[in-house]
């Protein structure tokens, strides 16, 4: 009986381990847990190519820019299928994108869902058909907000079209249709959804009508809804857990605005720059927040102290008040939100330069370098196992060491036709890197068996997706 009760407590303890790695492995939202970037679980590849260290890469239809989710061994990718070609857009920063009124052909709202382990499609639901409401970018799409999951449901937003809820076998259970609004520029929208304890909020701000948005996540029942005085911006909002409470933070053009649960305005903070883009996230207790639209000179990177309340902008001159802990004024990058590891914030900027600062004091590690053969970064950096990883619109990721100085260490190429924009997704041991053509599955293969080979199936096996067109190449693993 002892040694039953035994067995019985082992595998109860190895449930657990398991069950723990699993929500390990998660991603559920953009830039991960807790919006940081940073691997939880470590192991990852750091090096491959288009055939190195590929798990898996399955073709996507349409485009999207939304970043995948993943819980448990589902991938959840959302994508806009055009009935028509689309303009080919140019990579790099340039005039010239914008666009002054939408395609006049039909479009196909899609969500979809792959197997981890495969790259296999596992369902695919049409959520909207029809016409564009409002024009976007030439490098933007319709698909730009991230879903977000959790162990139960999938939350996915299209701007100017709707909200829409399924549970992980693909059953819609409820919707939120979304009038169509005038974004600056025609540029299109990009805010993503967050969730905390129950609730979803959702920040839209346009040129006509900006708000933002508190609904029960089981049911899309509205709990309130707060008026912004607010312009377009295209930052994803942060819940923000503190020693004495939770608030939604909201970065804004105009200002940076937090909010309690029950949608209370607590604190806001004025001298953003002209376009805001970046997530905030925590970084060692303070507040990570950046705005740096590349014609502005203010390009304001803060660190904000639990607590604040009321107005906590700076005076003209200051760097530091009550309530901030520190600004760097002109070191904020545009597109990519800043990262933050082991006490040092990295800034990746769009034209191919890396920074660092200190992340208690904010002072200058090293300043702005210059990344070997590096140009055209949208994607937001992330990091994994003391390295620091930059992919850019050409599809080639440069690697850092994660120190005081600037180190680095290799870079690693993906397909030179295709283009990378998407933020990717940190799955356990596993990386997603989504492309303007296909998801790529980055993983180091298991250790091979005895006999040099893996248990009973193949290295490489060229296939025809199981449900649909998309054509597949899997490398297998133990």
Not at 135 to 153: L, M, N, Q, V, W
Not at 154 to 164: A, I, P, Q, T
Not at 237 to 247: F, G, K
Not at 454 to 464: L, S
């Amino acid at each position: 009986m002892t040694r039953w009760n035994g067995l019985v407590g082992a595998l109860a303890i190895f449930v657990l381990m398991a069950a723990a790695r699993a929500e390990e492995g998660n991603w559920p939202a953009f830039r991960g847990p807790q919006a940081r970037g940073v691997s939880a679980t470590g192991g990852m590849a750091d090096h491959w190519s288009v055939t190195e260290n590929v798990a898996w890469k399955t073709d996507l239809p349409g485009r999207g820019w939304s970043s995948p989710v993943v819980w448990g061994t589902r991938v959840f990718v959302t994508t806009v299928e055009s009935t028509g070609p689309i303009e080919e857009a140019k990579k790099g920063l340039y005039f010239g994108g914008d666009r002054a009124a939408p395609a006049e052909m039909q479009h196909r709202w899609k969500v979809l869902c792959l197997d981890l382990t495969s790259g296999a499609l596992l369902w695919e639901k049409t959520v909207h058909e029809g016409m564009p409401a409002q024009p976007i970018h030439i490098k933007g799409s319709y698909a730009s907000e991230t879903p977000i999951a959790d162990g139960e449901r999938l939350w996915c937003l299209f701007g100017n079209v709707g909200l829409f809820c399924f549970d992980h076998d693909g059953n819609q259970l409820w919707d939120r249709p979304l009038p169509a609004r005038a974004m600056r520029n025609g540029w299109g929208t990009a805010s993503s959804p967050v969730l905390h304890d129950g609730r979803l909020y959702l920040v839209n701000d346009n040129q006509d009508e900006s708000e933002i948005v508190a609904l029960e996540a089981a049911s899309g029942r509205e709990v309130w809804r707060v008026a912004r005085d607010e312009g377009s911006n295209w930052a994803t909002p942060y819940v923000w857990v503190t020693p004495t409470r939770t608030e939604i933070v909201t970065p804004g053009t105009g200002q940076v605005r937090s909010y309690g649960t029950a949608g209370e305005l607590l604190w806001t903070l004025r001298g953003m720059s002209a376009i805001t883009i970046a997530t905030p996230y925590e970084h060692d207790g303070l507040l990570c927040v950046s705005s740096g639209y590349v014609l502005d000179k203010s390009k304001p990177l803060y660190a904000i102290r639990p607590g604040a309340s009321g107005d906590i902008s700076l005076a003209a001159g200051e760097t530091s008040n009550a309530s901030i802990a520190w600004c760097q004024p002109t070191a904020a990058p545009y597109n990519p939100t800043t990262l933050s590891v082991d006490g040092r914030l990295f800034v990746l900027h769009d034209r191919g330069f890396l920074a660092a600062y200190a992340g208690s004091d904010g002072r200058e590690l090293f300043g702005p370098q210059r990344i070997p053969e590096g140009r055209a970064f949208t994607a937001s950096p992330w990091a994994a196992d003391g390295k620091i990883f930059c992919l850019n619109e050409d599809g080639v990721t440069s690697v850092f060491r994660a120190g005081d100085s600037f180190e680095p260490l290799h870079t690693n190429t993906l397909a030179e036709d295709d283009m990378c924009m998407a933020t990717p997704a940190l799955a356990g041991e596993r990386l997603l890197i989504r492309t303007a053509a296909r998801l790529y599955c980055i993983c180091q293969p298991k250790t091979v068996s005895a006999t040099g080979k893996p248990p009973g199936i193949p290295r490489v096996k060229p296939e025809i997706g199981l449900v649909g067109p998309a054509r597949r190449e899997r490398v297998y693993f133990d």
